[in-house]
Nanobody, 117 residues
Framework: QVQLVESGGGLVQAGGSLGLSCAAS????????MGWFRQAPGKQRELVAL???????NYKDSVKGRFTISRDNAKSTVYLQMNSLKPEDTAVYYC???????????WGQGTQVTVSS
């Protein structure tokens, strides 16, 4: 099992910035993918950004240039820096961990991000 503990999030005005972090613990493997998904009310959960253990990244088109994902492998922690936030970024953000061996997925408990206009 892998446990994910998220921190960050909150309320910010449009154009502002927030940072999220997520620390993984438990049965961590060296080859993995971590990232962030989000789910707004009444909508499906969607990918925001992913980063592999060797630093390859993938972003949702609408956050490119505004959000930056990074990770610290020594701390098994992934970060999401969110700049130029928009009201449409409002959602619950979930940390994600995929153990590549066996393609097993784990999720954090979610943290609320609210962007006011």
């Amino acid at each position: 099992q892998v446990q994910l503990v998220e921190s960050g999030g909150g309320l910010v005005q449009a154009g502002g910035s927030l940072g999220l972090s997520c620390a993984a613990s438990g049965s961590i493997t060296s080859i993995n993918t971590m990232g962030w998904f989000r789910q707004a009310p009444g909508k499906q959960r969607e990918l925001v950004a992913l980063i592999t253990s060797i630093g390859v990244t993938n972003y949702k088109d609408s956050v490119k240039g505004r959000f930056t994902i990074s990770r610290d492998n020594a701390k098994s922690t992934v970060y999401l820096q969110m700049n130029s936030l928009k009201p449409e970024d409002t959602a619950v953000y979930y940390c994600y961990y995929r153990r590549n061996a066996g393609l097993v997925d784990y999720w954090g408990q979610g943290t609320q991000v609210t962007v006011s206009s």
